[in-house]
């Protein structure tokens, strides 16, 4: 008897070590409450021992040291095989969004099993289930900075926002996924009589800017696929589409900012989207079951899609990466934009507070498209001055590609004078708009001791947008920055271009 429990029991600890499968803690949870930071922590490192497959690292920490877990999946050594296409997954940027977290912790141990393993023969994928980890503990949207993650990938002050990017600018992925909640439950939606219900919504990117087959591919491509997807597997699903109720507010596609997770992906011609589910009523846990397994059903229809579009997409996008890699002249950059009806009426599916039931509405006001209401040509690049500090902080922190700069009889510096500091509608929001004049320098000031930050980079389009006095998409539209734009004195960023 003895002889035989000192046998088993090895054996036991064995096989609990190394061969139990890891349960997702939502699931241990029963779902009764959000995954702590602990719990998410112990999980993905059991998770780690479990398979070859996983390689688990840290990427960073967030504001009050908690770490960024950044999950590796390759069947061979990650980004090696330069036949594969790389795929990111983020979630959780805020932290009252729990069931991204919890669908990507459950695709994370899913993904194990040797139904999926096929992905990986054409993906090498990376999820981050928390970016906002401090945002999560107090089940609040912003960082333990009081910052907005998903409004910082334009000025990236925060260490989230700073590890996500060092970590794309690493891989370069082809393919990025942001995941989010939406909470349909307000106050002026109440009053309307109809709230929006659907289980996963979808976003692709509408910067005018981002290529125009890369946004095709997205919108006739991917978002039927994944509607389609989410619905066969029992999920209600429709475009992301902010706004309303109708007869209060227009109906649009989300921002055209690139501040974004989707969008300041998108702006280096990524094919990349970003994912809502539903928020439960009062940030609650309420329907978190549910919430989860669509969330993890919507990441798992992405990668579906991208392994039988593996060729296609990889393809398409480094096509289209290669015109943001060389200067090419005569190009239009739109730096001011705005929401444009397409003529055709939307059909939103709605579910009525009186009667309980499914609806659909249709909506009179809906602006699907962008039109640009001002262009400028794409400049060869720009100059820093060496002394603004928190310019030259800023591209650092952007990584920007820096050459040396030297005058040459084929270029031509521009300044920009700033005439009056006017206003512009952002979305419903005022942003400052500049009135300016540009004139020619025939030489550089001496002692500034300038950064040349050429546009021909991957970030090339980013840059414009940001360092444009008249972008409302700038720089100058954050509080950090307004000082740049003062009345009568000229713009501090030198402007280069082709003679
Ligand atoms: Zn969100």
Request: proline content about 5%.
């Given at each position: 008897?003895?002889?035989?429990?000192?046998?088993?029991?090895?054996?036991?600890?064995?096989?609990?070590?190394?061969?139990?499968?890891?349960?997702?803690?939502?699931?241990?949870?029963?779902?009764?409450?959000?995954?702590?930071?602990?719990?998410?922590?112990?999980?993905?490192?059991?998770?780690?021992?479990?398979?070859?497959?996983?390689?688990?690292?840290?990427?960073?920490?967030?504001?009050?040291?908690?770490?960024?877990?950044?999950?590796?999946?390759?069947?061979?050594?990650?980004?090696?095989?330069?036949?594969?296409?790389?795929?990111?997954i983020f979630a959780q940027q805020h932290g009252n969004e729990q069931s991204g977290k919890e669908g990507a912790l459950m695709l994370a141990s899913e993904l194990l099993k040797p139904e999926y393993r096929y992905l990986f023969d054409k993906i090498d994928l990376v999820v981050v289930p928390q970016v906002n980890p401090d945002g999560s503990e107090m089940n609040k949207r912003r960082n333990a900075n009081g910052k907005d993650l998903n409004r910082n990938h334009m000025i990236l002050t925060e260490p989230e926002t700073q590890t996500l990017h060092t970590l794309f600018n690493r891989y370069l992925f082809e393919v990025t996924l942001d995941v989010h909640e939406y909470s349909p439950y307000g106050?002026?939606?109440?009053?309307?009589?109809?709230?929006?219900?659907?289980?996963?919504?979808?976003?692709?990117?509408?910067?005018?800017?981002?290529?125009?087959?890369?946004?095709?591919?997205?919108?006739?491509?991917?978002?039927?696929?994944?509607?389609?997807?989410?619905?066969?597997?029992?999920?209600?699903?429709?475009?992301?589409?902010?706004?309303?109720?109708?007869?209060?507010?227009?109906?649009?596609?989300?921002?055209?900012d690139v501040n974004d997770g989707r969008q300041s992906f998108g702006i280096q011609n990524t094919f990349s989207?970003?994912?809502?589910?539903?928020?439960?009523?009062?940030?609650?846990?309420?329907?978190?079951?549910?919430?989860?397994?669509?969330?993890?059903?919507?990441?798992?229809?992405?990668?579906?899609y991208v392994h039988g579009n593996?060729?296609?997409?990889?393809?398409?996008?480094?096509?289209?990466?290669?015109?943001?890699?060389?200067?090419?002249?005569?190009?239009?950059?739109?730096i001011q934009s705005v929401h444009v009806p397409s003529g055709k009426p939307l059909i939103l599916p709605l579910l009525s507070y009186s009667t309980g039931k499914d609806t659909l509405v249709k909506v009179k006001d809906y602006r699907p498209l962008v039109r640009s209401l001002l262009d400028v040509q794409k400049p060869l690049g720009y100059l820093i001055p060496g002394d603004c500090t928190i310019l030259v902080d800023w591209a650092k922190r952007q990584s920007f590609e820096q050459l040396p700069f030297k005058i040459d009889p084929g270029v031509q510096i521009g300044q920009y004078l700033i005439t009056a500091i006017d206003s512009i509608d952002f979305e419903g929001d005022i942003v400052v708009d500049a009135q300016v004049t540009l004139n020619e320098l025939k030489e550089l000031p001496a002692d500034k001791g300038f950064i040349y930050i050429p546009t021909a980079q991957l970030k090339g389009n980013l840059i414009?947008?940001?360092?444009?006095?008249?972008?409302?998409?700038?720089?100058?539209?954050?509080?950090?920055?307004?000082?740049?734009?003062?009345?009568?004195?000229?713009?501090?960023?030198?402007?280069?271009?082709?003679?």
């Open positions: 008897m003895i002889k035989s429990i000192i046998f088993i029991l090895p054996l036991m600890l064995h096989g609990y070590l190394f061969s139990q499968e890891a349960i997702p803690p939502p699931v241990t949870n029963n779902f009764q409450k959000a995954t702590s930071y602990d719990e998410l922590s112990t999980f993905i490192n059991h998770l780690d021992k479990q398979s070859d497959l996983l390689k688990v690292e840290i990427a960073g920490q967030s504001v009050e040291g908690r770490n960024l877990y950044t999950l590796f999946f390759s069947s061979s050594e990650f980004a090696k095989d330069k036949s594969k296409i790389k795929v990111l106050e002026s939606w109440k009053k309307y009589g109809y709230r929006k219900n659907a289980d996963i919504t979808l976003g692709s990117t509408t910067n005018t800017n981002i290529s125009k087959n890369i946004r095709e591919l997205s919108d006739n491509g991917y978002l039927p696929f994944i509607l389609k997807y989410l619905s066969d597997s029992q999920f209600s699903s429709f475009t992301y589409s902010p706004g309303g109720p109708p007869g209060e507010e227009y109906i649009r596609h989300s921002t055209f989207f970003i994912q809502e589910g539903m928020n439960g009523k009062d940030d609650s846990i309420e329907n978190l079951k549910r919430r989860a397994e669509g969330q993890m059903t919507g990441m798992r229809g992405l990668l579906e593996k060729e296609k997409i990889k393809t398409l996008v480094w096509e289209e990466r290669k015109k943001l890699l060389a200067f090419t002249p005569g190009q239009d950059i739109s414009i947008l940001a360092l444009e006095p008249r972008s409302m998409l700038g720089l100058v539209t954050y509080d950090k920055y307004a000082s740049l734009l003062k009345t009568g004195q000229p713009f501090p960023v030198l402007r280069i271009t082709k003679k």
